[in-house]
């Protein structure tokens, strides 16, 4: 590949740096409603992937011309040939490109990771977390007491806060998991519902009970639950308690207030660990 020229006005020509390539290709088929979906309002999805991988992206209709490193442009082309692709059913917006960033891994070929692959054991397998925003994820978690999770919906946050309790669970470093949430709905008034406390607060805590039975598998987490080996508490009943070698997860905290999260915090005892 030649290197990439400029013309300045007195003629002379500029050669980039010699590492750089210049990259074309083309995304079919052409569809302007498309086009316009995959590069956002002012072309703003293209600036978050040029900013984020450090490369220069320009594009005359499905005509495309990237000029960086060339581990860098042939992983940009992958990540807008994939998204090409979604934006045929799907809405992109900057958030979303930024989760398609995250899973695809390309800005490993920015700033390199130099953790140690994580990994975490289950009765069903063993899970890996993607992406090096997962791996220091559950790499905090493994190694702190009091762990906090921020991050947009669908980013792992509350399956892999499971996967460690779980992991912890099956080499023995803890002897319970407590699974905390606020009893907040997602804007619908249920009113008030049948059975006993467990099952009052069963639907709020489905995502957890989802990622153990997929995890354990049903029969295991039914039989864990009734000996008390995985508790169930509402936010609302924890004051007064001192949680000894235990794994507690406090799922959907933003909904907390104040005093609550500052009365959870202080529940923490010997040998537990907490992931919020």
Known sequence: MLPFHTQTSDDH??????????????LEPFEARRF??????????LRLIEERLGLEIRNRGNQFEM????????AAETLLRKLYRETKATELSPDLVHLYLQESGVEE???????????????????????????????????????????PAGTGKTYLAVACAVDALERE??????LVRPAVEAGEKL??????????IDPYLRPLYDALYEMLGFEYVAKLIEKQV???APLAYMRGRTLNNAFVILDEAQNTTPEQMKMFLTRLGEGSRMAV
Do not use: M, W
Request: glycine residues 8%.
């Open 109 to 151: 070929l920015v700033n390199p990771s130099n953790l140690t692959q994580v990994t975490l054991r289950t009765k069903k397998g063993v899970i890996k977390p993607r992406g090096a925003n997962q791996q220091r994820y559950v790499k905090a978690i493994l190694d702190n007491d009091i762990n906090f999770g921020i991050g």
């Open 173 to 178: 470093q803890v002897r319970r998991i407590l």
């Open 13 to 26: 020509s500029i050669t980039l740096n010699a590492s750089l390539e210049l990259h074309r290709f083309t």
């Open 230 to 232: 995985i508790e169930i």
């Open 36 to 45: 316009a979906n995959l590069c956002g309002q002012f072309d703003e999805h």
């Open 67 to 74: 000029l960086g490193s060339a581990d860098k442009t042939q």
């Open 191 to 200: 009113g008030f519902l049948p059975g006993d406390l467990a099952q009052k």
